[in-house]
């Protein structure tokens, strides 16, 4: 049985998280924004995938209405059923979607009584869209993905549980604009780039890391040179105990990530490496040339204490900062050194593992991620 993934915002990130999971021969993008996969995965455990749909149909483009698709597989209940529709790769519009929405509402009229949920915009309705309607609870959602004259036709089966990353995102005890606000999502793509049973952060800031890490079972130990930090990670850790009883343990220490002595145990280091300071406008080239040399040489002093402890293939996979400058994006530099410092940049069939950078509109300083193993 195969799958389809709906990715997020940046869908090389959700990319690089399912060939990390289930390896390059499971994943095969499908357009832009969604890959087949062949096996169905807990959607709570996928950072980077906004929807999973059962496939129905794969064949050459035609109208849904006309497409070879059983109608008795579509759970109709007693009483009123809501259904929607989602287009994704498709050069069509909302108004195109509407009135597909509507035929189908007519074939499946004698089954039962319809409730057809359109977009609010666009060409296909969000993950909170399908939840607020209960589109997997009693109704359905189709989704259509296109790629030139191949089309798929996909019944969805799990959505992203939003309300759940909002929780542990802002009802998290202490979070702090000073080390920046890593999103959940992101850390969980971080951490399922790896799979050692312990993460080790040694840039724990508020500990988001290391709650992704948690989430997804794995034990979590980590450090900061900063007490503050240490103290705020260990609130929210304490925290989410409160909200998962039955997570693995934790630690967190006060030491510098230059100096610290790893665990004695098999791990990954997984961690947002820090960024720099905050910026309330963009920097000029010679501000970045100077954060670019001082954190630089935090990250090389950083990565050569680490390898001088980790046995080879060990997993490392950080964010290093990229600032916006007037003449766009510049990074650290890193990956020209890795060789040098006793690491290898992890390759990627269907991704470029050089370019996975992650900035929002209107911010200055990005993250670049590098997923490492050493050498």
Do not use: C
Not at 128 to 137: E, H
């Amino acid at each position: 049985m195969h799958y389809l993934a709906i990715l997020g915002r940046q869908p090389e990130f959700g990319l690089v998280e399912l060939e990390s999971l289930l390896g390059s021969d499971s994943v095969h993008p499908f357009g832009k924004s969604t890959a087949i996969i062949d096996r169905e995965l807990d959607l709570n455990r996928l950072g980077g995938t906004q929807k999973l749909g059962r496939i129905l149909y794969r064949g050459p483009t035609r109208d849904l209405n006309e497409a070879p698709i059983s109608l008795d597989e579509l759970p109709i209940r007693e009483g009123k059923t809501s259904f929607g529709l989602s287009y994704y790769g498709a050069s069509i519009t909302q108004r195109y979607v509407m009135a597909a929405g509507l035929t189908l509402k007519k074939r499946l009229r004698s089954k039962g009584s319809m409730r057809f949920v359109a977009p609010q915009t666009g060409t296909h309705l969000t993950a909170a869209q399908v939840k607020f309607n209960g589109l997997t609870r009693g109704g359905f959602e189709l989704i259509v993905a296109t790629r030139k004259n191949e089309m798929i036709i996909a019944r969805t089966e799990q959505i992203q549980d939003i309300d759940w990353y909002a929780v542990r995102d802002y009802q998290r005890p202490t979070r702090s604009a000073s080390v920046g606000m890593l999103p959940p999502k992101l850390a969980q793509i971080l951490v399922n780039t790896t799979s050692a049973p312990l993460v080790y952060d040694p840039f724990t800031g508020t500990g988001v890391i290391l709650q992704e890490a948690l989430l997804l079972n794995r034990a979590a130990r980590g450090s900061d040179l900063s007490e503050a930090m240490v103290t705020a990670a260990k609130e929210n850790l304490t925290w989410l105990n409160g909200q998962r009883p039955d997570l693995p343990t934790w630690s967190i220490e006060l030491v510098d990530a230059r100096q610290l002595r790893l665990p004695d145990e098999p791990l990954a280091i997984v961690s947002e490496g820090y960024l720099g300071p905050n910026m309330g406008k963009r920097p000029t080239l010679a501000e970045v040339n100077r954060l670019r040399r001082e954190l630089g040489d935090l990250y090389a002093e950083s990565l050569t204490n680490w390898a001088k402890q980790l046995p080879s293939g060990a997993e490392v996979s950080i964010t290093a900062p990229m600032w916006l400058t007037a003449k766009g994006w510049h990074k650290l530099d890193i990956i020209d050194r890795l060789s040098d410092l006793g690491y290898n940049l992890e390759s990627f069939r269907h991704v470029d593992s050089r370019s996975l950078d992650y900035h929002r509109p209107n911010q200055i300083v990005g993250r670049q991620l590098l997923i490492l193993r050493k050498q």
